[in-house]
């Protein structure tokens, strides 16, 4: 398997993922209206919806990071020249990048603490279900993170380039 | 002094294109391990999380999936035709379809925003073919598109602007119109608190009828 159809399946894989959520929040929200309005109230339904929401926004950044589409500034850094362009791709890249491995360890270690924890309108199932998502979507984020390493590369050598051309 | 650190830690990062919300995290666990040492790491993914399981911004996802349900089916074409057929005949049926089709449904508003935006590049390339440097392009195409925006900017941002002064010295003040207001209140004196509404209305009023003047001024193509 190639570096770019690997890359390809893995964007693909975290698209269906958040298409899957979206459309699960979507249907249950709206079960949680129908049912309210029949008088058979769900009790569950706002907490599932908020676990939901957030499932959605953290699998949604690591397939943002596929997109470049996680908001920036990157007009400084293209007024660089290029060297220091380059260094400062990297540098912010390796910063990222330490987060969310700091991210994805920490969000684990937690997680035997909370298995204790119950969900409050859902007795039997465990907060830590709810939480897994911090440590699963931070490993996602750093998979894509490398993925899109050296396309940031090649941007800021290739912009590079043109600039040279034209000077 | 680590609040200021904090921030400085946040605008560097930023400007070496660290994602915004990525450089705000990494500042945050920068300062918490400065003043309260590792113990405090656990802290980092359970705050990431209350942050993010919030009931009120359920809407936000909803609200794009409509919207794009809406555009992908052909919802919103066929509004905006159904609108132009109601009142697709009066003078300036542009703006009368647009309001109509807000008022049908005020989800395609993320769609027209784009669009007007969307007008203002195709004009600064006409501009650019047409040999304008970039500082013409700035001052004779974005500079006067973007007029009208502003300036109802400033009509809506003022007013809040005075509605905010007002009740923030209803609030916290010991002087000012807001205070004069609330005094007379608390003293039951109605012609003072009337004295103070008017005075109110009078400021807003002038406010309004300023930038109505400077409209015509800097936006005078456009009628109404």
Redesign the interface.
């Known amino acids: 398997m190639t570096f770019r159809s690997f890359r390809r399946g893995y964007e693909r894989f975290l698209e269906w993922i958040c298409i899957a959520l979206?459309a699960a929040?979507?249907a249950e929200?709206t079960a949680g209206v129908v049912f309210r309005y029949s008088g058979h109230s769900l009790v569950w339904y706002?907490e599932v919806?908020?676990?939901l929401?957030?499932w959605?926004?953290?699998y949604g950044?690591a397939l943002a990071v596929l997109k470049h589409a996680?908001?920036?500034?990157?007009e400084?850094?293209r007024m660089l020249p290029p060297g220091p362009r380059v260094a400062?791709?990297v540098?912010?890249q390796l910063?990222?990048l330490?987060?969310?491995v700091?991210?994805a360890w920490?969000?684990y270690?937690?997680l035997e603490?909370l298995v204790a924890d119950r969900l409050v309108s859902l007795p039997q199932v465990s907060v830590a279900y709810?939480?897994s998502?911090?440590?699963i979507s931070a490993v996602l984020f750093v998979v894509g993170q490398l993925l899109v390493f050296p396309e940031v590369l090649r941007e800021a050598r290739g912009e590079a380039r043109r600039a040279e051309e034209s000077a | 002094m680590i609040g200021f650190l904090v921030l400085l830690c946040v605008v560097a990062?930023?400007?070496?294109?660290?994602?915004?919300?990525?450089a705000l995290?990494?500042a945050s666990?920068a300062a918490m391990l400065a003043t309260q040492g590792v113990a405090s790491?656990?802290n980092?993914?359970?705050a990431?999380?209350q942050g993010?399981?919030?009931?009120p911004?359920?809407a936000i996802?909803?609200f794009i999936?409509a919207a794009a349900i809406m555009n992908t089916s052909g919802i919103s074409h066929r509004l905006i035709d159904f609108c132009q057929a109601l009142v697709g005949w009066m003078r300036g049926a542009l703006a009368q379809v647009n309001v109509l089709s807000h008022m049908f449904f005020a989800e395609i508003s993320g769609s027209a925003v784009a669009g007007v935006a969307a007008l203002s590049p195709a004009l600064a390339e006409t501009a650019r073919a047409f040999g304008a440097t970039r500082a013409q392009q700035i001052l004779y195409v974005s500079l006067p598109a973007s007029l009208p925006s502003v300036v109802a900017a400033l009509r809506l941002g003022g007013a809040l602007v005075i509605v905010g002064v007002i009740v923030a010295q209803m609030l916290g003040a010991a002087d000012g119109l807001g205070y004069l207001i609330t005094r007379h209140r608390t003293l039951l004196n109605s012609p003072g608190v009337y004295a103070g509404i008017v005075l109110v209305l009078g400021i807003t009023g002038m406010h309004e009828i300023l930038l109505r003047r400077l409209e015509q001024k800097v936006a005078a193509y456009r009628q109404s």
Request: with cysteine.
């Open positions: 979206m929040l979507a929200v706002d919806a908020t676990i929401l957030a959605v926004t953290f950044s996680h908001m920036g500034v990157p400084i850094v400062a791709a540098v912010a910063c990222t330490a987060f969310f700091l991210l920490v969000g270690s937690i603490i709810a939480n998502v911090i440590p | 990062l930023v400007l070496i294109n660290v994602p915004i919300a990525v995290c990494i666990v790491l656990p980092v993914p359970l990431l999380y993010a399981t919030s009931f911004l359920i996802p909803l999936l």
